[in-house]
């Protein structure tokens, strides 16, 4: 009952002074966490049933923080899912960005874990389930605005050098790809509030992030063939470019499909409802099963039962405004 009335507050002023961003950072305690030698700490906010050990984790953006996804954490875990949200420590490669949080799950007991990515974080899941794939640790993959070749931002020159350059510099590389004219109002409060987020980064992990996110390589689809993957994309403007999402579409032929109508590049903060409801639909697949996300206990059987095909998921009014579809 308080979690719907912050959210009815939500609705108006900048979402880093609402009470409902006040009441999950009261809520839910940030952890920090070494894996490596390096004694640098992956942050996260671990919310939900414990015993859950196939969790939802979430990978953010270039220029997001592990609170970035404070909607899903508060939504998702009060309906008994797990989920975990990362901000990852100062990674150069690909290959030591999985291998640290190969160690983090290791380190969290995790079994096979479902990736919620965005963007960058989207890249960084693909490539995760392509580097264990001989010994799976990706169970699925909910990709948002996501790519799959960082030649596509055309910076792969430039990515060697980002090490060098300074955080101003960064930072403004990162904000001349944000929209500012003609915004729907959650769209506009969305990018206010990474933009303030992308101030808390310091220069090593902008420079870190950027090098990961345009070094020439690309995923190789093939390895993940046995990874369920949904891939949601935006209609509005965003950063993503409609050649990388059909390029998306083009190696993941079996995939279910979540379009939203409006949502810009950030649209788990700017259309939170739409995206959890996708979300669910997206775990829905695995409940009963050994990787449910969902406390077992928690579990309606009518979900067993959509599962199997002999009821339809629920969905409800307010949801269906601004889904265009999910294709099964």
Known sequence: KELSVLNRMADSGPIIESQLYEHFRSIIPQRKIVVDSADQPWVLYDAGPRNVRSPLVCFSPVCGTADVFYRQLLDLSAEGYRIISVEYPTYWSVEEFCDGFVKLMDHMQLDKVHIFGASLGAYLGQKLAERTYKSPRVHSLFLCNGFMDT??????????????????????????????????????????????????????????????????????????????????????????????????????????????????????????????????????????????????????????????????????????????????
């Not at 990162?174 to 808390?200: G, R, Y």
């Open 151 to 328: 030649t596509a931002f055309r910076q792969t020159t430039l990515a060697k050098a980002y090490w060098a350059l300074p955080a101003f510099w960064l930072k403004r590389q990162i904000m001349m790809n944000l929209p500012t004219d003609n915004l729907k109002p959650s769209v506009a409060k969305s990018i206010d509030f990474m933009v303030e987020k992308l101030d808390t980064l310091d220069r090593s992990q902008l420079a870190s992030r950027l090098t990961m996110n345009c070094t020439d390589s690309y995923v190789e689809p093939q390895k993940i063939q046995d990874v369920f993957v949904t891939i949601m994309d935006v209609f509005d403007e965003s950063a993503l470019s409609q050649r990388c999402k059909e390029e998306m579409y083009k190696c993941y032929p079996e995939a279910k499909r979540a379009h939203l109508k409006s949502g810009g590049n950030f649209p788990y903060l700017a259309c939170h409802t739409e995206v959890n409801l996708m979300l669910k639909i997206h775990l829905l697949t695995f409940q009963g099963t050994r990787y449910c996300a969902k406390d077992p206990t928690l579990i309606n059987p009518d979900e067993i039962r959509a599962v199997r095909g002999e009821l339809e998921p629920p969905t409800s009014a307010h949801d269906e405004r601004n889904t265009e579809n999910l294709d099964q």
